[in-house]
C-alpha cells in the first residue's frame, strides 16, 4: 500500500449499533488525524494523535473515541452510532515538520 | 464568526480565464497556511503552501496578507482540470500540527 488506506469505503449502519472506520498509513507519519466533513461545514477535527501511544480530542469528540497503538494504525470507533453521526469521515496523516497533511480516500458513513 | 471563511462561489469561469479566491482568518497569530483541492467526493489533495512573501506554482499564485488577515489564489489560464473545490487551510496558535478548514469554494470553468 502506498499513502493512507481507509475501510470500508462506505457503509450503512443502523442507530446504536457500534462500528469501527480504519485508517492504516505507510509514510511513516507520526501524527494522525479524523475529521467529518459535511455539506457546508468544511471538515472538522475528531481527534488527533501526534505520536503512537498518545490521543487528543478536536473540535467534535462527542460519541467517537480512537486508539492509537503503532504508528501505521488510527481507528475511529463510534460506540453507539446516532444519524447526526451521518458524514463523510477522513483520515489524514502529516510528519509535523511542515504541517502539510495528507489524507485517505474517505469512509462515507449513513446512520439510519 | 468562523475561523476561516470563504465565498462557497460557485465560480463559473471560461477556459483561459484568470480566477482568484480569498480567504479570511481570524486569528493573527496563525502560523501556517495552505491551499488544498477537493475533488467532488474524493479526499482533499494539497495544492500549495502559502508563504509570507507570495508563491507560484505553474498557473497557481498564493498570497498572504498578514495585516489584512488574508490569503489568497489566483489561477490563470483556467483548465477543465481546474473545476474543484479549493479549501483554504490555517494552522492556529499553539495547534502543534492541527489545521482549521475552511468550508470552501466551487470553481467550474467551462468550454
Known amino acids: 500500500i502506498a499513502g493512507i488506506t481507509q475501510a470500508p469505503t462506505s457503509q450503512i449502519l443502523a442507530a446504536g449499533r457500534r462500528m469501527t472506520l480504519r485508517c492504516t498509513q505507510d509514510m511513516r507519519h507520526n501524527a494522525m488525524y479524523w475529521y467529518r466533513q459535511d455539506l457546508g461545514l468544511g471538515l472538522r477535527l475528531i481527534h488527533y494523535s501526534n505520536t503512537a501511544g498518545t490521543t487528543g480530542k478536536g473540535e467534535v469528540p462527542d460519541g467517537y473515541s480512537v486508539s492509537r497503538a503503532n504508528t501505521d494504525d488510527f481507528p475511529l470507533t463510534l460506540a453507539s452510532a446516532v444519524p447526526s453521526q451521518t458524514s463523510v469521515y477522513f483520515c489524514a496523516s502529516s510528519d509535523g515538520a511542515d504541517r502539510k497533511q495528507f489524507f485517505g480516500p474517505g469512509t462515507r458513513l449513513t446512520v439510519l | 464568526r468562523k475561523e476561516v471563511e470563504q465565498d462557497p462561489g460557485p465560480f463559473n469561469v471560461p477556459e483561459g480565464a484568470t480566477v482568484a479566491f480569498n480567504c479570511t482568518y481570524s486569528?493573527?497569530?496563525?502560523?501556517?497556511f495552505f491551499w488544498y483541492r477537493q475533488d467532488c467526493r474524493k479526499e482533499p489533495k494539497l495544492l500549495m503552501s502559502?508563504?509570507?512573501s507570495g508563491n507560484e506554482d505553474g498557473r497557481f499564485t498564493a498570497q498572504l496578507n498578514r495585516a489584512s488577515q488574508y490569503i489568497s489564489l489566483l489561477i490563470r489560464d483556467s483548465k477543465l482540470s481546474d473545476s474543484a473545490t479549493y479549501l483554504c487551510v490555517v494552522n492556529p496558535p499553539g495547534g502543534y500540527n492541527k489545521l482549521i478548514f475552511g468550508a470552501g469554494t466551487r470553481l467550474a470553468v467551462h468550454p
Open positions: 486569528n493573527s497569530a496563525s502560523q501556517s
Open positions: 502559502v508563504y509570507s
